[in-house]
């Protein structure tokens, strides 16, 4: 069933949108039928399981650590992680910096913005992410490269009100592409999920998270 899941989203999105496999809690064996069917994004939100199947797995999977990220489980993920989507602070972008430039590699990050209306621990607020960008401190990190901004919707069945966050979301990249020092490679816009794709994308999102839509809810 995981290759026709995967076929089904694939021939329904478009062509320039990104699906990023959420493996999280799933076995090898899940990953391996995905990646034969010709996947290679896959999303992992803890580090040593990431790790383990960063290990375990083909060296071409394109890793996305998609959960909130520790400065201090930075260091082991940076030799191979393709792109960390949850960073809300300086002090993790400069960790990130860090790791990367010991690992002679230059490691892609998105910007987590809070717009659900749950409360929430994580993810910077409009204001908080001009500051960053504006910082002489940003403009020093020579081994990160910002590629954009990641958010989640609220957990709702009011289409109007996923539309109106997504469409805030989108906003916001577009606004920050005008000040960020490299606006070429700020190009990506992740949100979405198995529940709110379709919208997300019709909102302008090029990455999809998408977990059991692909691999089925257990």
Same mark, same amino acid.
């Given at each position: 069933?995981?290759?026709?899941?995967?076929?089904?989203?694939?021939?329904?999105?478009?062509?320039?949108?990104?699906?990023?496999?959420?493996?999280?809690?799933?076995?090898?064996?899940?990953?391996?039928?995905?990646?034969?069917?010709?996947?290679?994004?896959?999303?992992?939100?803890?580090?040593?399981?990431?790790?383990?199947?960063?290990?375990?797995?083909?060296?071409?999977?394109?890793?996305?650590? !998609?959960?909130?990220?520790?400065? /201090?489980?930075?260091? +082991?993920?940076?030799? #191979?992680?393709?792109?960390?989507? %949850?960073?809300?602070?300086?002090?993790?972008?400069?960790?990130?910096?860090?790791?990367?430039?010991?690992?002679?590699?230059?490691?892609?990050?998105?910007?987590?913005?809070?717009?659900?209306?749950?409360?929430?621990?994580?993810?910077?607020?409009?204001?908080?992410?001009?500051?960053?960008?504006?910082?002489?401190?940003?403009?020093?990190?020579?081994?990160?490269?910002?590629?954009?901004?990641?958010?989640?919707?609220?957990?709702?069945?009011?289409?109007?009100?996923?539309?109106?966050?997504?469409?805030?979301?989108?906003? !916001?990249?577009?606004?920050?592409? /005008?000040?960020?020092? +490299?606006?070429?490679? #700020?190009?990506?816009?992740?949100? %979405?999920?198995?529940?709110?794709?379709?919208?997300?994308?019709?909102?302008?999102?090029?990455?999809?998270?998408?977990?059991?839509?692909?691999?089925?809810?257990?």
């Amino acid at each position: 069933m995981i290759r026709e899941n995967l076929q089904h989203i694939l021939n329904d999105i478009p062509t320039n949108v990104v699906l990023v496999a959420v493996s999280k809690t799933k076995p090898n064996e899940d990953i391996l039928t995905a990646y034969d069917s010709g996947q290679r994004h896959f999303g992992e939100n803890k580090v040593q399981e990431l790790n383990q199947k960063q290990q375990q797995l083909p060296k071409d999977i394109n890793w996305h650590m !998609i959960g909130h990220l520790q400065t /201090n489980k930075v260091k +082991y993920i940076a030799p #191979f992680i393709h792109l960390i989507h %949850g960073v809300d602070s300086i002090k993790l972008l400069k960790e990130i910096n860090k790791q990367a430039k010991k690992n002679n590699r230059t490691i892609e990050c998105l910007l987590q913005f809070h717009i659900a209306s749950e409360q929430s621990k994580f993810g910077l607020s409009r204001a908080q992410a001009i500051e960053i960008i504006l910082s002489d401190e940003f403009n020093a990190l020579n081994n990160v490269c910002v590629k954009g901004v990641m958010g989640m919707a609220s957990f709702t069945s009011d289409h109007n009100q996923i539309e109106e966050e997504f469409s805030v979301l989108k906003a !916001i990249f577009d606004e920050l592409k /005008n000040i960020i020092p +490299y606006p070429n490679s #700020f190009d990506c816009i992740s949100m %979405g999920m198995s529940g709110d794709y379709k919208i997300a994308i019709k909102k302008g999102s090029n990455m999809i998270r998408i977990g059991s839509t692909i691999f089925g809810s257990r």
